[in-house]
């Protein structure tokens, strides 16, 4: 966490003496049931879950832009997240986990939820302070972030038409791979002065990729 200054069952078996059990009538044959389908229920993967975040000191810009949001404590930016891990699987492509040209949840069983309390700016695009879910879409020729406005959904339910943003990615390939997907919000090492925004790294990988953008509080 970083502080800018400008988070039995009990099986019981009753065992009856044989002679007891001669002694009871023959069971009725019960009446065959309907077959009803089963319920859809989406099939949870062996993961984590986790989260990252950074705190922005709510005395950084008073009486401006910050001090109008009249938060009693420091301003919140965070992403939850489920964790999958390789467990000796090919991570990214075509025979990985995580195939070229599809949509993936950027996660694990429910969607990766990002969270920021302050106007936010991703990679050069305005994200109004709020609650959205990220995905991201792999390709041979380069990555994107999917800032989406659905929530609360099963990661692998996506809806294009919720879309908010998508925001191109740095990729860089990593020499020792990643064996659990991980996120971080890594802020700028200088404290800004007054006329700056607090800024930084938004930044995740898994395997031997690594994926990130920019982030900046306010436009």
Known sequence: MALIRPAAFVAALSVLAGTAEAQQPPAAPAAAATAQPAPRIPRATASTRASVQVLIDSRWGEGGWFGALNLAGPAKIAIDYGQPHTRGRSVIGMAGVVPFDSVW???????????????????????????????????????????????????????????????????????????????????????????????????????????????????
């Open 105 to 219: 949840r950027t996660g694990a069983n429910m969607s990766t939820q990002l969270t920021t309390e302050v106007d936010l700016t991703l990679g050069g695009t305005f994200i109004p302070r709020g609650i959205y879910t990220l995905f991201t879409l792999p390709t041979r020729n380069g990555w994107k972030l999917i800032v989406s406005k659905e929530l609360l959904q099963w990661g692998t339910d996506y809806d294009p038409s919720k879309d908010l943003a998508r925001i191109d990615l740095r990729q860089r390939n990593l020499t020792e791979p990643m064996e659990s997907l991980t996120f971080w919000l890594i802020p700028a090492v200088e404290n800004p002065p007054s006329t700056t925004f607090p800024h930084g790294t938004l930044k995740f990988a898994w395997g031997t990729t690594e994926l990130s953008t920019d982030w900046r509080v306010g436009r």
